[in-house]
C-alpha cells in the first residue's frame, strides 16, 4: 500500500506570497492532520480534517488553513508569508483520526520564505 | 494542556552499547503513547506504540513500557547499532474532549559511533 504522499518536496517563496501545500493520505484512511516543523518550536500540531471537515485546530493564526476533499486528500494553504513560516509542514494521515490511531506521516514540504 | 518531556540531547553511544531515552507526559484524560524517529532529509516513522497502562510496544529491539503511575514512556534498546542513528520523539494522543493531535516532545538526537 503506497504511503503518504507530499507535494512539492521543497519549495522557496518571498514575503507576502501565498502557498498551497498537498497531501494524498493512505488509500482508505480519512482523518489527515498537519504539523509545522521547525528547530525553535519542534512539531507543533496545525489542524485535523475528516470527512471534509476540520475537527480540531491548533495555536495557529489564521492565515493557516486547510481544506479536505471528497477523496481524502488535503491541501493547506498560508497567505501573506512571513520568514517565520520556514518549516518543514508535515502531513499525518490515519484510518478515523482516533486517539489510538496510528498517525502515518509523509516525508514533508520544506518551505524556505526568503 | 498536554505536554511531552524528553530527555534531552544530543546522545553519543558506541555500537552495541544499552540505549534509554527517558520520556515523561502530563495528560488531562488517558492517552495513547508514541515513539517515533525521525532519519535526516524525512518525515517520521513511527517506531511503537502503546493504548493501555502496562502495554509494551516494542519493534527493532526497541521497547518502552506505559507506566501510568510515573506518567513515563521511556524509549530502551539493548545494543544500539549504527543504524540507529536519527532523531527519536515521544509523542501521545489524549482520549478526551476534541483532541485528536499527537502532542510531542522536542526530540532526543542520537548518533551510534562505530
Known amino acids: 500500500k503506497a504511503g503518504v504522499t507530499q507535494t512539492p518536496r521543497y519549495l522557496i517563496k518571498t514575503r507576502g506570497q501565498q502557498v498551497t501545500l498537498s497531501c494524498s493520505p493512505i488509500s482508505g484512511h480519512r482523518s489527515v492532520s498537519w504539523y509545522q516543523q521547525t528547530p525553535g518550536q519542534g512539531l507543533q500540531f496545525l489542524f485535523e480534517y475528516f470527512s471534509e471537515t476540520q475537527r480540531n485546530k491548533g495555536n495557529f493564526p489564521g492565515r493557516f488553513s486547510g481544506r479536505q476533499f471528497s477523496n481524502s486528500r488535503s491541501e493547506m494553504n498560508v497567505s501573506t508569508l512571513e520568514l517565520g513560516d520556514s518549516a518543514l509542514y508535515l502531513c499525518a494521515s490515519s484510518l478515523t483520526g482516533a486517539s489510538t490511531d496510528t498517525q502515518y506521516f509523509g516525508p514533508g514540504t520544506r518551505l524556505t520564505v526568503l | 494542556g498536554d505536554s511531552v518531556t524528553q530527555m534531552e540531547g544530543p546522545v553519543t553511544l558506541s555500537e552495541e552499547a544499552f540505549l534509554t531515552i527517558n520520556c515523561t507526559y502530563t495528560a488531562t484524560g488517558y492517552p495513547s503513547l508514541f515513539w517515533y524517529v525521525q532519519y535526516p532529509g524525512e518525515g517520521l516513522q513511527l517506531l511503537l506504540k502503546?493504548?493501555?497502562?502496562?502495554d509494551k510496544g516494542s519493534n527493532k529491539g526497541f521497547e518502552a513500557t506505559y507506566r501510568k503511575e510515573t506518567t513515563s514512556f521511556h524509549l530502551e534498546k539493548g545494543s544500539v547499532q549504527v543504524s540507529d542513528s536519527a532523531v527519536y520523539f515521544c509523542?501521545?494522543?489524549?482520549?478526551?474532549?476534541?483532541?485528536?493531535?499527537?502532542?510531542f516532545g522536542s526530540g532526543t538526537q542520537l548518533t551510534v559511533l562505530p
Open positions: 509523542a501521545l494522543s489524549d482520549r478526551t474532549g476534541s483532541a485528536r493531535q499527537l502532542t
Open positions: 502503546a493504548t493501555k497502562a502496562d
